[in-house]
């Protein structure tokens, strides 16, 4: 009955959550050019901006300190066309969610995977969202934190050629993602689930 009833409520809350008006969620996965690159593939973003979040470090930059931050993406999207729920499961199959030492080629603190939420109807949406690959992967333990969302900082200044790298470099960032093998190991994880 109790399993019954937080099933009903969870059911409510993501029906309320995917008409409700937030509508930009933090995320990171690694290189934040391949997660803008293809969360900005996805029917109901409208913007993705890459940047850095979860550090106490005021004011993180790329080439200085970013120390305790993690390399991520705030993503705005139109609710009415994609709902949060939606969002998750779409970050899911772009990233590893096994490695707890980076992404792909990428090792260390910042290129971890995590998801920054907002409120308790997103951290209710997310903890569903993660036991479910839980359940898909039940010989595998799921390392991608649900953490409590704290400043975001764009990529600014000098630095700013970060934001839509995919797009003013595409040489570069295809040989980059090429290297690294992300895709590789995408489908090695997802399968034809892959977005790519």
Known sequence: MK????????????????????????????????????FEKLEGVTDVISGF???????????????????????????HKVSYKELLEYYWVNIDPFDGEGQFCDKGPSYLSAIFVANEIEKIIAEQSKRE????????KVVTPILHASTFY????????????????????????????RDRRLEEIWGDKVTH
């Not at 969870?10 to 995917?18: E, H, M, R």
């Not at 990171?28 to 803008?36: D, H, I, S």
């Not at 991520?72 to 609710?79: G, L, M, T």
């Open 133 to 140: 690959v839980e359940e898909k992967f039940p010989n595998k």
């Open 154 to 181: 764009p990529i600014t200044g000098k630095e700013s050629y970060h934001q839509d790298y995919y797009k003013n470099n595409s040489i570069r960032y295809k040989v980059y993602r090429w290297n690294c093998g």
């Open 3 to 38: 399993k019954k009833l937080v099933f009903f409520i969870v059911t409510i809350l993501l029906s309320y959550a995917a008409h409700a008006a937030a509508d930009k969620a933090i995320m990171a996965g690694g290189c934040f050019w391949c997660m803008e690159s293809d």
């Open 53 to 79: 979040t979860g550090g106490t470090l005021k004011n993180p930059t790329y080439n200085g300190n970013h120390e305790g931050h993690f390399e991520a993406v705030e993503i705005s999207y139109d609710p």
